[in-house]
């Protein structure tokens, strides 16, 4: 009975977290922002459900499968990662966001102008597919 209620509260969790990262991704403004929400709460979504898993197969006295724990190692490692990775992508590619830059981060200017980078217009890279310059092959 005590197993039942915390596979169900763990369930729930996890359906809540899951839930509120996708609202988050459909909601929030801007590329960073939108970042943020799957990487945080959903991966703590997927592992509350894993953990009620576990819990329940554990407490049906079945033979030990590594399943969730493989699968939370996996999530809890390339998560953070492909997190980094896309916010790298979007700061080479100066992606507007709107977030001011903090203070701690502008340089003085002598002048009184703002030392942060100003976004590009197209947003995108800096050449056009048909504007590449090829090396030439020797």
Not at 4 to 12: N, S
Not at 39 to 64: D, N, P, R, W
Not at 83 to 89: I, N, W, Y
């Amino acid at each position: 009975m005590l197993t039942d209620t915390l596979v169900a509260a763990l369930i729930l969790l996890g359906a809540a977290f899951t839930l509120i990262g996708s609202i988050g991704l459909a909601s929030l403004p801007d590329f960073f922002c939108r970042l943020h929400g799957p990487t945080k709460s959903t991966t703590l979504g997927v592992g509350g459900m894993l953990a009620a898993s576990a819990l329940y197969f554990a407490a049906q006295g079945a033979t030990t499968h590594p399943t969730e724990l493989l699968v939370a190692l996996f999530l809890f490692m390339t998560t953070p990662v492909s997190a980094h990775l896309l916010a790298k992508a979007a700061l080479r590619l100066r992606l507007d966001s709107l977030a001011p830059v903090p203070e701690r981060f502008r340089q003085e200017r002598t002048d009184g102008r703002d030392s942060a980078p100003a976004p590009r217009a197209s947003g995108g890279a800096s050449r056009r597919a048909s504007e590449q310059v090829i090396p030439k092959a020797r």
